[in-house]
């Protein structure tokens, strides 16, 4: 009997030690030692946040933003174009995968080009399997993604992107939540903070801005120095409908934003067809169908 009784207690023991092995640590959001830059934030296209009845989430991105130390928030009042444009999706998991693969190849092809790929990748814990970060993640539970794209105002090109998929929050948003609690604090955090799926977004949000800040030693190598200023600053023009800024001036070609009516944008006197590159606040530029603005 008593062999039986303690076979039964180290069955238990092991058990009980696998199921601890087997979870997941909470995750926690990455801290940088010197900002890489300002950020402008704006909503991509796939908004998956409204089918939680949650608004948009850039209060947010701009807490995990301050709180990491890794970026400072853009003010159009300094008439300097901000560094980076910081992209942010969320949604199913399939549609936030297709919008990052996208971003993915153009991102990792200037990091070889730039040589900062490999030393980049061994100084960023499991970095080995970056290439492959934003793969299938399987599984038949509910997942909820986000990513987020940094993207160059200067052209228009991504140059890092994050990408994070939560089936269980792992963090604790109570007693404060050490820096997710402050991330959380706001108006738009408290929100997110109180339903299981907003903590789920909130979750997978820090993923993804963790791994755009892990990038961050690499991304000055892959920033365009700024173009000189205009002699002399052309009218703005005004959308007079929601509408889209395109890279090329094709309505198939990638969008860099969206653009909502009564937007101000600067044309910068290049046109092709029925379309006109313009200049937004932040310093992107991009191309806008002329029937869409007055």
């Not at 399939?94 to 919008?99: G, L, M, R």
């Not at 820090?206 to 961050?216: E, R, Y």
């Not at 120095?225 to 002399?232: I, L, N, V, W």
Request: with cysteine; aromatic share 6%.
């Amino acid at each position: 009997m008593l062999r039986k009784t303690l076979a039964f207690a180290a069955l238990s023991m092991a058990s009980t030690a696998a199921l601890a092995a087997d979870k997941e640590p909470p995750v926690t959001l990455n801290k940088c030692e010197t900002s890489y830059g300002t950020v402008a934030l704006v909503d991509g296209d796939t908004q998956g946040w409204t089918k939680y009845g949650l608004s948009s989430p850039r209060e947010l991105i701009a807490a995990m933003a301050r709180e990491s130390g890794c970026f400072a928030l853009h003010d159009p009042a300094s008439g300097k174009p901000a560094t980076f444009l910081m992209n942010v999706i969320a949604g199913d998991k399939e549609e936030v995968d297709q919008a990052i693969e996208k971003a993915k190849g153009v991102a990792m092809e200037g990091l070889v080009r730039s040589g900062a790929a490999s030393g980049m990748l061994r100084g960023i814990p499991g970095g080995g399997s970056m290439l492959g970060m934003f793969g299938g993640f399987g599984g038949k539970k509910k997942v909820v993604a986000a990513g987020i794209r940094l993207i160059s105002p200067a052209n228009g090109q991504t140059v890092a992107s994050g990408s994070g998929e939560v089936k269980k929050t792992t963090i604790s948003f109570g007693n404060g939540g050490g820096t997710i609690g402050a991330v959380a604090s706001g108006a738009t955090g408290a929100a997110y903070a109180g339903s299981k799926d907003g903590q789920m977004l909130i979750e997978a949000f820090v993923k993804a801005f963790n791994g755009i800040s892990a990038q961050g030693p690499s991304l000055a190598s892959l920033v365009p120095p700024p173009a000189p200023a205009p002699a002399a600053a052309p009218a703005a023009a005004t959308t007079a409908v929601d509408t889209k800024m395109h890279a090329a001036a094709d309505l198939k070609s990638a969008t860099l934003r969206t653009v909502r009516a009564g937007t101000a944008l600067t044309p910068t006197g290049q046109r092709q067809g029925l379309f006109v590159e313009v200049q937004d606040s932040f310093g992107t530029k991009g191309w806008v169908s002329v029937e869409d603005m007055r």
